[in-house]
């Protein structure tokens, strides 16, 4: 049985103690401190209550009513200060992974992976120690190797729930999907059959990359993807991203938006016969000198004016900016003037766009192709097989939302670190992959209901910190959170987050 014990100190404080009697004997059991008020005494001697009680489970004789409005004190000067952890991130993030569903799927590291490529993406060895650093959270190294059979075949349960929850939120209804690809590179010089040279888009053509597809709706929401080898052109990336989709969720109509470099006549065959619909960016300068002359007469240099054109296989609908056209004719001053620079002073300039080989081999300006791109000036042009039903106006808007896929691109790539890839097998490729997805998903997710970017909701989420403390006479741990500003408020408002 444990006592607590007041006795005087030799300088006239008050010893506050627990000590036990054995053998008509009194040991001191742990010496709590010393008071120099009765209420530091008072203070004191509920410290030790609840150290008999924390460390022995003996049962105090008092109703747990009279003890309870001073089970949570504590003395500052016996704790120590032991770090500060950002558990409120990770709250917040693990709660939005519920909303997702995610959590269904996979196992705790993966979701893990996916709040630490939100808050601050790294390689899976640095993720893992920052884990442990920012939340306390302990994973073995081996364990997402370990892991990769069974989180590689999550793929499609992760697409499924990131769909369902577009459908529950942002009011996707499967009639308009937008599609692009980039290419992604990796820390190495060694080709496989996944990882393999080809046209970068981030200029490391010597490296072997991948090409990624990504499908978003018209807020940039990524509800699908699929990787290709990175030697494949994008063009043959469209046709099997979007067909899959289809099937595996059973539409009936279905638009895809895309840019120039999707469209071929291979393409626009296989998307007619399955029943797809399309709008892609037409490439004007492959467009007959008649046909421009046309359209241009037609559009007449007036703004927001439109025109749909019927051509040897589908529709082409164009339109007249003022903007675009200033843009336009700027650009093309700026080349003809570089290609007359080369023409007069062939070592001044490598490379120009208005210039062809003339007699004896020398440099002469390309008239034929200046006056061609005077014809185009102000005017871009989208094919599509919608029908008159949808006017040219909805065709020019709905590509122009294609943006969205860009600025999801950017996220994954920038704020999420996507690339570059420090993995070397397919299956650690393909998990990263999906880490990077479900990040991407809960990301702008964020975005969409805050109207503030990802890095901003972070930073807000990070001022909320806690303090951790150890009781030096207990061993307790205590934790000590900063209040939550206004501005996080806010945004957990905007996020239906409680807190």
Known sequence: ?????????????????VVRYADR????????????????????????????????????????????SHAGLTLLDKCEYVGVRYMFVY??????????????????????LVIMRIMEPASKLQSLKLLDAYFGIHHRRQAFYEALDRLVA????????????????????????????????????????????????????QQPQIIMGLVVNQEGFPIAYELFAGNKFEGHTLVPIIEAFKVRHQISTL?????????SMENVTKLQARGLHYIVGARMGNISPTLLRKIGTTLNGQDGAAIRVATAHVDLVCDFSQKRYR??????????????????????????????????????????????????????????????????????DRYHSLWHVEQAFRIAKSDLEMRPIFHFKEQAIKVHMLVCFMALAV?????????VSLRQIITSFKQVTDAQLVNTLTNQKITMRTKVPTNVQTLLQKLNLPY
């Open 443 to 451: 990301s702008k997710y964020m975005e969409i209901k805050t109207g």
């Open 327 to 396: 843009k336009d004719a700027r650009e093309m001053e700026r080349q003809i003037k570089k290609a007359e620079t080369l023409v007069k002073d062939p070592a001044a300039v490598k490379r120009a766009k208005f210039l062809k080989t003339g007699a004896k081999t020398r440099y002469e300006l390309n008239a034929e192709l200046i006056a061609k791109t005077k014809l185009l000036l102000g005017i871009k042009g989208y094919y599509t097989n919608l029908g008159p039903e949808v006017s040219n106006q909805t065709i020019i």
């Open 255 to 263: 638009t895809v938006v895309a840019d120039a470099a999707m469209i």
């Open 25 to 68: 004997k009194l040991t001191v059991v742990k010496h709590i401190g010393s008071a120099h008020t009765d209420e530091e005494a008072r203070a004191l001697r509920r410290i030790a209550a609840g150290w008999i009680k924390q460390m022995t489970r003996q049962q105090s004789l008092f109703a747990e009513s009279r003890q309870s």
């Open 154 to 205: 999550l793929k499609e349960d992760a697409e499924r729930l990131a769909v369902k929850r577009a459908v529950a939120e942002l009011a996707f209804d499967f009639s308009l999907v937008f599609y692009d690809v980039t290419t992604l590179y990796f820390e190495s010089f060694e080709s496989d059959d996944l990882r393999k040279p080809g046209f970068s888009k981030e200029n490391k053509p």
């Open 1 to 17: 049985m444990y006592h607590i014990r007041k006795t005087k100190t030799a300088s006239g404080a008050t010893a506050i103690q």
């Open 91 to 112: 709250e917040m993030l693990s709660r939005l992974l519920e909303r997702f569903q995610f959590t269904t799927v996979g196992n705790k590291l993966l979701h893990d």
